[in-house]
């Protein structure tokens, strides 16, 4: 298995109130990102990080926030989290961007009251 | 707007059987498609790719068709097991869209002994 997990793995909270999810690997891939898994949606990129501190936007990247300040952790912020974000939430990395191949964490269940 | 579809949510087979889920896309600049098999509380796992080179990649029981022409993929299952039930998840990548995964919105296979 790849050396990646998140934290929390549940976590029940309410509308307006931060929420910070962490993703950390053993990998050292260079490539991480952070997508939400919604019934009918499949899968849809937040945002993603290419190295150290470089981030950007993904699909539905709206009223969250990330950071990676270290090669094995990478951040996402609600910074005032609503109903529209409950979701599941999976970290991914990836040693090569071309390819597609991503190992995904188990996830994180995040429900907003 | 979804560039790839999956649509049918779910799709039902009998253990020994084939079993073939498709996806169709929208974007012709695509150069890599893939296939990830999820089970409940588990993070997607990454089960085969095709590049868009090629019409036919081969894993084992697993099998992927590409057909350009008509913008469409499958995978076929043979022969099917009941360990095999899961959502399965299509997913394309382009070079020419910063090597985004974009996924379709799944398809829950039963395998029934």
């Known amino acids: 298995d790849a050396g990646i997990t998140q934290s929390p793995r549940h976590k029940v909270t309410e509308t307006g109130t931060p929420v910070t999810l962490r993703c950390h690997q053993t990998e050292n891939h260079r490539y991480m990102y952070w997508y939400r898994q919604d019934p009918g949606h499949g899968l849809r990129l937040i945002h993603y990080s290419y190295g150290v501190k470089d981030t950007d936007k993904g699909e539905v990247s709206d009223g969250y926030s990330v950071s990676r300040s270290k090669t094995e952790d990478f951040l996402l912020t609600l910074e005032s989290a609503t109903s529209s974000q409950t979701s599941v939430y999976f970290c991914?990395?990836?040693?090569?961007?071309?390819?597609?191949?991503?190992?995904f964490g188990e996830g994180s269940r995040l429900t907003v009251l | 707007d979804q560039q790839v579809k999956q649509n049918s949510p779910s799709l039902s087979v009998q253990e020994g059987r084939i079993s073939i889920l498709n996806c169709d896309y929208t974007?012709?600049?695509?150069?890599?498609f893939l296939w990830y098999k999820k089970y409940p509380a588990e993070g997607p796992t990454f089960l085969i790719s095709i590049s868009s080179i090629k019409d036919k990649n081969e894993d084992g029981r697993f099998t992927v068709f590409l057909n350009k022409s008509a913008k469409h993929l499958s995978l076929h299952i043979v022969p099917s097991q009941p360990g095999d039930s899961a959502v399965y998840f299509c997913a394309a990548i382009s070079s020419f869209a910063g090597n985004m995964l974009t996924f379709g919105g799944g398809t829950r296979l039963m395998v029934k002994p």
């Open positions: 974007n012709s600049m695509f150069d890599y």
């Open positions: 991914a990395i990836g040693a090569d961007s071309n390819t597609g191949e991503l190992f």
